[in-house]
């Protein structure tokens, strides 16, 4: 089993800063790429950003605003989310596509998502 943990959340105002983190545990062998994914109430879950061992990408929206890194001692992810805007509001989910121990294919796994509410 993977299993991916957020944590970090919580409600803030606009301007304000949070910073996300996701554990991940299990019998992983190989990352490809870690991100971050939101939904907000009643549209479609969109990339954020995400990063593989030598690049990263973000949305536009988040762009300048937004950072994601990773420590792979701690096999943990983060994204440093700067000067919020109302917008930002919606579920935050962690995913990471990656290869198993115990399978030769690469698959997506997700977190459970952890709530980001920015107050205008």
């Known amino acids: 089993q993977v299993q991916l943990a957020e944590s970090g959340g919580g409600l803030v105002q606009a301007g304000g800063s949070l910073r996300l983190s996701c554990l991940a545990s299990?019998?992983?062998?190989?990352?490809?790429?870690m991100g971050w994914y939101r939904q907000a109430p009643g549209k479609q879950r969109e990339l954020v950003a995400h990063i593989t061992s030598g690049a990263t990408n973000y949305a536009d929206s988040v762009k300048g605003r937004f950072t994601i890194s990773k420590d792979n001692a701690k096999n943990t992810l983060y994204l440093q989310m700067n000067g919020l805007k109302p917008e930002d509001t919606g579920v935050y989910y962690c995913?990471?596509?990656?290869?198993?121990?115990?399978?030769?294919?690469?698959?997506?796994?997700w977190g459970q998502g952890t709530q980001v509410t920015v107050s205008s």
């Open positions: 995913y990471v596509n990656g290869r198993r121990s115990d399978d030769h294919n690469y698959r997506n796994y």
């Open positions: 299990g019998s992983i062998l190989s990352i490809n790429l």
